[in-house]
């Protein structure tokens, strides 16, 4: 997971975005708790919200407490923790942990193989911190670790298919979240709705990076399932006009929005809970909202142009 | 049954109007008409069938008599297909009954050269079923292409080109991102000059420097 699954803070409530960040904050510590201080680099807004779904659909009991902050000592933050005697809410941190540390280091082997030079050099010197902490991961929920190999491996092969369908590319990651989502209930129908949400979810997820990284991989000769469907590849190696960017970025925009519009229905069934407000405005605002600052405002583009 | 208040989400002292509008959000979100074609149907009209009842229940026990009235839902009768004169209608009576992988192994039997407009309208469905909207947008795409007078294969691709537009969800870049509204500063003076060349059309002024 990329990072893109937060939520829209204008829209939010003061007391949803304390609790929104008390759940990151008790996300870190139970990665530090059980996979070692070096794993915390791997959280992810992503399992921030994997960890918040999981709590709503088993209505887990929290309480909040007021601790130092790990990496800041001198800030105090609040921390939701697991209820005295609430056993599923120390499950629900421990999976989305797990979850974190994963789904990274699939990252990190992924980079390893095909970024720059220097990225190469990073993701080697992490890959090798998290080595552990993997280990320890894939042994608590093996379930896991097998569905997120599996999907790599349909990923590849999609992605090196003769022809490439962008629907074909989007599927592993779709079912992976569908299949993480789906565990997450023990109801049939709950199960089905679930399922749903992960299943458009992840293609979401998938596409939105695609849409992201387009320009860049076109220009630098790299793969992105969109690059045939849009007609891109005679522009491979060079940067794309701007005008051909602006049209490929739309019909990016417009794959997403069907792909939203299809979650929607699943939003709508997802279980009622003290989360309610957050899913929804991660799911409903957070996402479109992304969509806009990457495709249209290209906010990470700017950041990045600054710093240099 | 469960607190019909608990499902309106209001509390027990909330007024008429309030229970009404709570009412009213929750009938717009449930709809039968967002879920069309959604393989969680059943459980939206579940919980349409859950607020309906307690919405007349709550109206029932405050008006003191059985019979409620007022804003009640519909029903709504399933998007049945053409049907008549289909040559894969078991293939339509497999999507309509969710066997996806059925209806798909079917499809894939039939050799190119007969496929014909159905055959790309039905193939879309099942792709839009799993959740493959690139493919199912193409294929029913080229349905209307082979058929155009089709109506059945027309409001497949509506849906499809609706969804993309952001009218259910997701990101319009032509409309101002979360305001809804109609009328900004903009619109605001471009009518009031609207209406100053008018006034001067018929010998009025309203706006005297121009």
Redesign the interface.
Known sequence: MFGYVRPFR??MLVKEYEAYKAVYCGLCDALGKHYGRFSRFALSYDCTFYAILAMQIRSARLCAEKKCCTCNPLKKCTYLCPAEGDGSAAECYRKAAALCVIMTVYKLRDNMEDEGLLKRIDARFLHGLTKGAMKKASRDFPEMAEAVRKMTEDQRAAETAETV????CA?PT?ELLETLFTDLSTDG?ER??LG?LG??LG?WVYLMDASDDLAKDVEQGRFNPFAE?LGLAKYRGQALPEDVRKAAE?EC??????????????V??LPGGQFTGILENIL??G???I??EI??LHVKEKRNGRSV | MADPYKVLGVSSTASDEEVKDAYRALAKKYHPDQYADSPLKDLADEKMKEINEAYDTIVAQRRGRQNAGGYTYAGYSGASGSGGGSSFSDVRSYIASGRIADAEQILNGVPVENRNAEWYFLKGSVLYRRGWLEEAKDHFTRACQMDPGNGEYQAALNQAMNQRSGMYGGYNPNMGSMNTGGCNTCDLCQGMICADCCCECMGGDLIPCC
């Open positions: 204008g829209e369908s962008v629907d074909r599927a779709a129908g089905r709705v749903q299943y458009f293609r469907r739309a925009n417009a794959v997403l929005n069907g792909t939203l519009a299809r979650m929607g229905s699943a709508s069934l409903k605002l996402l479109p909202e969509q806009r495709l249209f």
